[in-house]
Nanobody, 120 residues
Framework: VQLQASGGGLVQPGGSLRLSCVAS????????IGWFRQAPGKEREGVSC????????HYSDSVKGRFTISRDNRRKRVYLQMNSLNPEDTAVYYC??????????????WGKGTQVTVSS
């Protein structure tokens, strides 16, 4: 299982970014894929997860209403549309296989991250 995130960059507060995650070497539609982030000095946090079976979506409270996750199984891609960004969203963002309980958690596979910096 290989996952690669891209689309990060520098954006001003209030701006938007769209992250992409491309999967290779496995059938994406069988997996729930999510986005996690880690800011300097903080624990890694699961922010969103989209199921493989019915594409139902889940969000952490910190991004609910601002971020939207989606998937294109034909293209083996998962997207994270991030709107109304603020400096607290600054982190390295990773796509990974995910599960949902009390929180969004990783289920074993990680991709390489992409840096998102929100600053004026």
């Amino acid at each position: 299982v290989q996952l690669q995130a891209s689309g990060g960059g520098l954006v001003q507060p209030g701006g938007s970014l769209r992250l992409s995650c491309v999967a290779s070497d496995f059938a994406l539609n069988y997996y729930a894929i999510g986005w996690f982030r880690q800011a300097p000095g903080k624990e890694r946090e699961g922010v969103s997860c989209i199921q493989g079976s019915d594409s139902s979506t889940h969000y952490s409270d910190s991004v609910k209403g601002r971020f939207t996750i989606s998937r294109d199984n034909r293209r083996k891609r998962v997207y994270l549309q991030m709107n109304s960004l603020n400096p607290e969203d600054t982190a390295v963002y990773y796509c990974a296989t995910c599960g949902v309980g009390d929180k969004i958690y990783n289920t074993g596979y990680w991709g390489k991250g992409t840096q998102v910096t929100v600053s004026s």
